[in-house]
């Protein structure tokens, strides 16, 4: 029997890639640098799980001077900390969208009694934006857990986050369904037994 539903963030409940990537750019441009991430760098970059990661990944593989390699990486809170201002604003501003169905699917599974969980390596700032820009200032009470990649041990492909969102909805995954849009997303599910 069907007791919960479970969600990736970004690029599941919404295609918020691009969004992410102007934010980024955003950001580069306010901390004086002038990196600027094409869209095909920044496909690149996905590959690597979670903001602050991604930006050490970049800077790591650039190539510049040590003091300066040292500068950056004490530069990433703030820098991910300014992008994720940027994209908040971005998404109040109307710019992101569920994508079709979301709404409706959630809307059903609440109706129905199925719990609803998020899990994602997104910050709780950048989850709380989306949701009330797209379903109300109410809507991350709907969701019985929500679940960051920084909560866990090892990010996707690893199931933990899967693994600690079947714990805090205390159901067995057999009775779970996992919504994800990556490779690394469906390998953790998958892994977790949902």
Request: with cysteine.
């Amino acid at each position: 029997m069907l007791k919960a539903l479970v969600f990736d963030v970004d690029g599941t409940l919404a295609d918020t890639e691009e969004i992410h990537r102007a934010a980024y750019n955003a950001a580069f441009v306010a901390h004086g640098m002038s990196w600027y991430w094409t869209h095909q760098r920044y496909a690149a970059l996905l590959a690597i799980s979670g903001g602050q990661e991604r930006l050490r990944y970049a800077i790591r593989s650039q190539r510049m001077s040590h003091a300066e390699r040292r500068r950056l990486l004490n530069l990433v809170p703030a820098l991910h900390g300014t992008k994720t201002r940027f994209y908040r604003e971005f998404v109040a501003a109307g710019r992101v969208h569920l994508r079709p169905g979301i709404a409706r699917l959630i809307g059903e599974a609440r109706a129905a009694g199925v719990e609803l969980a998020l899990v994602s390596s997104t910050t709780p700032a950048n989850i709380d934006a989306l949701l009330n820009a797209n379903l109300g200032h109410d809507a991350r009470g709907w969701f019985r857990v929500v679940t960051g990649g920084a909560e866990v041990a090892q990010r996707k492909p690893a199931p933990d986050i899967f693994k600690r969102a079947l714990a805090d909805l205390d159901q067995p995954a057999a009775h779970c369904v996992a919504f994800e849009d990556t490779a690394a997303g469906v390998a953790a599910a998958a892994a977790a037994g949902l």
